[in-house]
């Protein structure tokens, strides 16, 4: 499946080349090697395939056409939740991240949430990254796991 990148999506152009999208014309194996560099789940295409159409937004960064960045969100029960939020290892501290969450908040706003959850890995990097983009750690959590449930109010 080639990778599409929806131009007409952009947000930002930090440079002429950094610029994010929410195509959903996404390659697997991309999104299996960019999550690789960070330890994290593998998945097949048809599992890809499953959580995309199930997703309110996905949201990616790339430079030209090398994928830095991923976000997406869904509905969960009554809440809206995000997952999968990595940045390319070369391309941390940039505001990249934080865009990730500005553009599924505004998406998650247009779509009458008032509080917005998100699904964290324990690893402190992670929490404090949530933390800094107004998050607070919720009582649900999931210990087995290793994972916080976090939330923020966006009303
Ligand atoms: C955590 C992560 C998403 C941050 O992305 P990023 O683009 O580097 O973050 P930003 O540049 O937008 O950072 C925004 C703010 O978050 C905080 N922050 C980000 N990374 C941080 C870190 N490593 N330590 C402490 N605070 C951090 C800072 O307050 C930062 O603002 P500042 O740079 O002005 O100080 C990225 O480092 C990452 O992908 N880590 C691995 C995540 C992972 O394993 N995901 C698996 C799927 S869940």
Same mark, same amino acid.
């Given at each position: 499946?080639?990778?599409?990148?929806d131009?007409?999506?952009?947000?930002?152009?930090?440079?002429?080349?950094?610029?994010?999208?929410?195509?959903r014309?996404?390659?697997?194996q991309?999104l299996n090697?960019f999550?690789?560099m960070?330890?994290?789940i593998?998945?097949?295409?048809?599992?890809?395939?499953?959580?995309?159409?199930?997703?309110y937004i996905v949201?990616t960064?790339?430079?030209?056409?090398?994928?830095i960045?991923?976000g =997406?969100?869904?509905?969960?029960?009554?809440?809206? $939740?995000f997952?999968d939020v990595?940045?390319?290892?070369? #391309? @941390?501290?940039? *505001?990249?991240?934080?865009?990730?969450?500005?553009i599924?908040?505004?998406?998650?706003?247009? =779509?009458?949430?008032?509080?917005?959850?998100?699904? $964290?890995?324990?690893?402190?990097?992670?929490?404090?990254f #949530? @933390?800094?983009? *107004?998050?607070?750690?919720?009582?649900?959590?999931g210990?087995?796991?290793?994972?916080?449930?976090?939330r923020?109010?966006?009303?």
């Amino acid at each position: 499946m080639p990778i599409n990148v929806d131009k007409t999506a952009d947000r930002i152009s930090e440079n002429n080349a950094i610029h994010f999208s929410e195509t959903r014309l996404l390659d697997y194996q991309v999104l299996n090697n960019f999550f690789k560099m960070h330890n994290w789940i593998q998945r097949t295409e048809n599992k890809w395939h499953d959580i995309i159409n199930e997703s309110y937004i996905v949201c990616t960064s790339w430079d030209k056409d090398k994928l830095i960045g991923t976000g =997406r969100s869904m509905p969960q029960d009554r809440f809206c $939740v995000f997952y999968d939020v990595a940045v390319h290892p070369d #391309y @941390e501290r940039r *505001g990249i991240g934080a865009k990730i969450i500005d553009i599924r908040v505004k998406d998650a706003r247009d =779509r009458k949430y008032s509080r917005v959850y998100a699904f $964290v890995d324990a690893r402190e990097p992670l929490l404090l990254f #949530y @933390e800094a983009m *107004g998050f607070e750690k919720a009582n649900l959590g999931g210990k087995k796991l290793n994972v916080y449930f976090m939330r923020k109010d966006i009303c």
